[in-house]
């Protein structure tokens, strides 16, 4: 198995549809996984520290299993077959430990509540993991660079930023 985290949410721009990427730890390699419009919000308000007034599916789930006295170990995705990620989760119960089905995309939303790990099957990384090219990672910064920026940074440092929440209404374009 294979520790993986979290990397980003993104969005498709052909469809719309969500993705998750996950990175392996230590490495650059990711998995992209399709997942659906609301475990993309959930993973994401949770990612991004967001509080919700009540409980979210996966706040629940989390919540049930702390209170039945289980605490989840971590997650495996474990198999892909047709196009479609299969997911476990592990739980351990006074010792006992239990496996559960679920999709990805509920155990890695579960799983980032928890602050459970996530492992996938060496086999699916081996065989659908991407690395990024080399044009496609991000590329640290020339000092030339950061000179050339300068002059933008001066005039950020320039601007009053306290007057942007006025109630004046700006003008109207005709």
């Known amino acids: 198995m294979i520790e993986v985290i979290v990397d980003s949410i993104r969005v ?3 469809s719309q549809q969500r993705i998750v990427v996950l990175r392996e730890k230590g490495s650059d390699r990711q ?5 659906g419009h609301a475990e993309a919000d959930s993973i ?24 039945l006295g289980a605490k989840l170990e971590y997650i495996h995705i474990h198999d892909l077959r047709d196009d479609t990620y299969f997911a476990l989760l592990v739980l351990d ?21 928890a602050q459970a790990p996530i492992f996938v099957a060496e ?12 044009e496609e990672a991000p590329k640290a910064r020339q000092p030339e660079e950061d000179e050339k920026l300068g002059v933008f940074r001066e005039f950020l440092e320039t ?10 209404e700006p003008p109207r374009k005709r």
Do not use: C, F, Y
């Open 12 to 14: 498709s721009l052909v």
């Open 44 to 67: 994401t308000l949770k990612l991004q520290g967001h509080e919700v007034p009540r409980p979210m599916t996966h706040d629940l789930l989390n919540n049930v299993i702390h209170e």
């Open 159 to 168: 601007l009053d930023l306290d007057d942007l929440g006025g109630e004046e």
């Open 93 to 113: 119960h006074n010792g006992q430990r239990m496996e559960i089905d679920a999709r990805p995309s509920d155990s890695i939303a579960l799983a980032i509540r």
């Open 123 to 134: 086999g699916i990384m081996d065989k659908v993991a991407i690395a990024p090219t080399e």
């Open 31 to 35: 998995l992209v996984i399709w997942i």
